[in-house]
C-alpha cells in the first residue's frame, strides 16, 4: 500500500515533533514512532534543557562552555547557531505553555550542571523532557495535516536517482507500507541499547544511524559515546538515570568508605566534566574495591523531595530514601555525540533526506556533550530542518576538513574468515561494553571489530532470507550495524579526547586528530 505525504518524520521526541508542528501548515505530514508516542529519550530527559535567558548569562558564555566541554571539536558554526536561536525557541515553548518551574517571585529557575559557568539549565522538576514532550504532542495533534503511525518498523529508506524519496515500514498490523514524500526527516534518537548498561530506553536502538548508513549518508564522529556517571546501580532494578541536577544542587559522589573523592581527579570536583567523572568513578571502584555513592544527606530533606520527585519515587519504590540515604551509582551508556552527518539545517549527504536531535551529527557537541544540551539541540536543529525541508532539495555542503576514515587494515577480511554465526543481542551489548567502554585498547577494539564484522555479515544473510517484517530480525541487525560503526570509529582514532579515552593513547593528540572520522558506504 503507497501513502503520499508531503513529509515523513521518523521519531515522535523533541526534534521530530518540533519539525512536525513546523510543517503541518505546509503539507501533509506522517509520524512514524517506533513505540509509544512518548516512549523517547525525550521523554526520559530528567535535568532539564540549558538556554542563555539568565541576566548574568549570554549566548557567547553559552557557546564558551559548550566548546570547553567539547574538547576541541565541535563545529563553531553549529555551536552558534544552537546558543543565539536557542532561547527564541524556549521562549515559543514558554508561549505555548511549557510548565518549567519558578521561584518565589514567578521567575524561571535555574539549575547548575556540570562544565556550565553559570546557573542555566530550566527545568520541570526532574521530568523536564515529559513535560516538554506533553505540549509538543498536544500541539501536533491539533493538526488535521498530521498522521502518526505507532508501532511502525521503518525497514529502508527509498532512494532513487541518489535521492530519498520515503520509507518503506510495516505498520502495527504488519502490512507492508511505502511513504513516498518529498523529504524525509530521521529523528530516531539515540543507541544506547548497543551497551549493556544504558540508560536510555528499549527503543534506542540507532535505527536512524542504520537507515542513514545503508541508504548512503555518511556517519561521522561515531566514537564518541557520552556515559552518564550517575545511573542507579542496584542489583535488579533499572539502570535509571540520577540527574546531574542533583550535583548541581550539592548532591556529593562519595566512595565504600563515605569519603568525597572527586577533587582527587579533577579541580571542579563532582561538576567536572560527565567523560571526567566517569571514569572517575569507575577508578575509585576498583581502587576501593567497593561501590560508589550519591549522598544528599547534608541537603534539606524537603528540599530534595520537592526539587526531584520522580527519583525519589523510583528509589522509594526500592526501599531507598534519596534525602538520607546513600544511593548505589555507577556510569552507564547516555548520548551518541555522533550520528548521521548534517549542516546546520539538517541536510544530509543524501538528497532529500534530514536529520534532527541525537541520530544527527552536526558537530555542535563535539567530542562530549555539554549536560542539557540535548533539548536544546533537539528543539533548535528540529526546527531548522522543518525549514530546509521546505525548499528544494539539496545534499549538505559537508566541508572538507572531515577525515574520511579508510576501512580498519584487514579486519574484515578476517572477520569474514570467522564462523557464521551471528552474535545474539546480549552478546553484542556485553561485547560492547568490555571492548568499546569507558576505557578503550587496540586489543579489545580491534578483538570487537572482528567479531562484529562477522556478525554484521551473518545478520546480512539471515535477514536476506527472514520474513520481510521480522522486527526482531531488522533491530537486531540496526543494534549490529551501529555497535559495528561505533567499534571501528573507535579503533581508527588514536588518541584520547572527551568521551573517547584510548588507555594506550591517553593524551590528546590535535596534530593528527582534531578531525571528525567520517564512515561513508562501505558496506
Known amino acids: 500500500m503507497y501513502l503520499s505525504p508531503d513529509f515523513v518524520v521518523i521519531g515522535g521526541g523533541i526534534a521530530g515533533l518540533r519539525a512536525a508542528i513546523a510543517l503541518a501548515p505546509i503539507g501533509r505530514v506522517l509520524i512514524l514512532t517506533k513505540g509509544e508516542p512518548t516512549e523517547s529519550n525525550t521523554g526520559y530527559a530528567q535535568g532539564g534543557i540549558a538556554v ?41 515553548l514558554l508561549d505555548w505553555g511549557t510548565r518549567f ?42 493538526f488535521k495535516s498530521v498522521e502518526i503511525a505507532n508501532h511502525a518498523l521503518v525497514t529502508e529508506l527509498l532512494v532513487e536517482h541518489d535521492r530519498c524519496v520515503g520509507v518503506r515500514f510495516y505498520d502495527q498490523f504488519g502490512f507492508p507500507r511505502d511513504a513516498r514524500a518529498k523529504a524525509t526527516l530521521l529523528a530516531t534518537g539515540g543507541a544506547g541499547q548497543v551497551f549493556r548498561h544504558t540508560t ?21 564522529d561515531l566514537e564518541f559515546v557520552q556515559f552518564h556517571p550517575t545511573a542507579l546501580n542496584v542489583p535488579g532494578a533499572p539502570r535509571f538515570l540520577i540527574s546531574e541536577a542533583l550535583r548541581g544542587d550539592g548532591a556529593r559522589l562519595v566512595n565504600s568508605r563515605g569519603e568525597a573523592f572527586m577533587t582527587h581527579y579533577h579541580p571542579d570536583g ?14 575509585e571502584m576498583e581502587a576501593t574495591g567497593g561501590p560508589v555513592f550519591l549522598s544528599l544527606s547534608h541537603l534539606d530533606a524537603g528540599y530534595v523531595v520537592s526539587r526531584f520527585p520522580t527519583i525519589a519515587d523510583m528509589c522509594r519504590q526500592i526501599r531507598l530514601d534519596l534525602a538520607h540515604d546513600p ?47 540535548s533539548l536544546l539541540e533537539g528543539l533548535v536543529f528540529g526546527a531548522r530542518a522543518a525549514i530546509a525541508m521546505q525548499e528544494p532539495p539539496e545534499p549538505a555542503a559537508l566541508g572538507v576538513d ?15 574468515g570467522l564462523e557464521r554465526g551471528s552474535l545474539t543481542t546480549t552478546a553484542v551489548r556485553d561485547l560492547m561494553w ?29 535477514l536476506a532470507n527472514a520474513r520481510a517484517d521480522d522486527g526482531d530480525a531488522w533491530k537486531q541487525f540496526n543494534l549490529v550495524t551501529v555497535a559495528r560503526l561505533i567499534a571501528r570509529a573507535a579503533l581508527r582514532r588514536l588518541e584520547s579526547r572527551g568521551a573517547h579515552y584510548r588507555a594506550d593513547y591517553p593524551e590528546r593528540d590535535d596534530i593528527h586528530w582534531k578531525a571528525h572520522v567520517v564512515d561513508g558506504l562501505t558496506l
Open 434 to 462: 568490555k571492548s568499546v567502554g569507558l576505557f578503550r585498547t587496540h586489543d579489545g577494539l580491534e578483538d570487537a571489530v572482528v567479531k562484529l564484522e562477522a556478525s554484521y555479515a551473518a545478520h546480512r544473510e539471515a
Open 327 to 373: 544511593v548505589p551509582v555507577s556510569p552507564a551508556a547516555h548520548y551518541v555525540m555522533g550520528g548521521v552527518q548534517t549542516d546546520v539545517w539538517g541536510r544530509t549527504s543524501l538528497k532529500g533526506l534530514f536529520a534532527a536531535g541525537e541520530v544527527a551529527c552536526t558537530g555542535v557537541h563535539g567530542a562530549n556533550r555539554l549536560a542539557s544540551n
Open 200 to 220: 536510555n530506553p528499549r527503543v534506542a536502538t540507532g535505527d536512524g544511524v542504520a537507515l542513514g548508513f545503508h541508504a548512503g549518508a555518511r556517519v561521522a
Open 101 to 142: 518551574d519558578r521561584d518565589a517571585d514567578g521567575e524561571l529557575s535555574r539549575g547548575r550542571e556540570a562544565a556550565h559557568s553559570v546557573r542555566r539549565v530550566l527545568h520541570a522538576g526532574d521530568a523536564t523532557g515529559r513535560e516538554i514532550a506533553r505540549l509538543l504532542w498536544t500541539r501536533v495533534s491539533s
Open 52 to 92: 542563555a535567558l539568565g541576566g548574568d548569562d549570554s549566548p557567547a558564555l553559552h557557546a564558551a562552555d559548550t566548546i570547553k566541554a567539547g574538547d576541541g571539536l565541535c563545529d563553531e558554526d553549529a555551536v552558534r547557531v544552537l546558543v543565539e536561536e536557542g532561547p527564541p525557541y524556549v521562549q515559543e
Open 402 to 416: 572531515r577525515r574520511l576514515a579508510p576501512a580498519a587494515s584487514g579486519l574484515e577480511a578476517r572477520g569474514s
Open 270 to 283: 563532582d561538576l567536572a566534566p560527565r567523560d571526567v567523572v566517569a571514569r572517575s568513578i569507575m577508578r
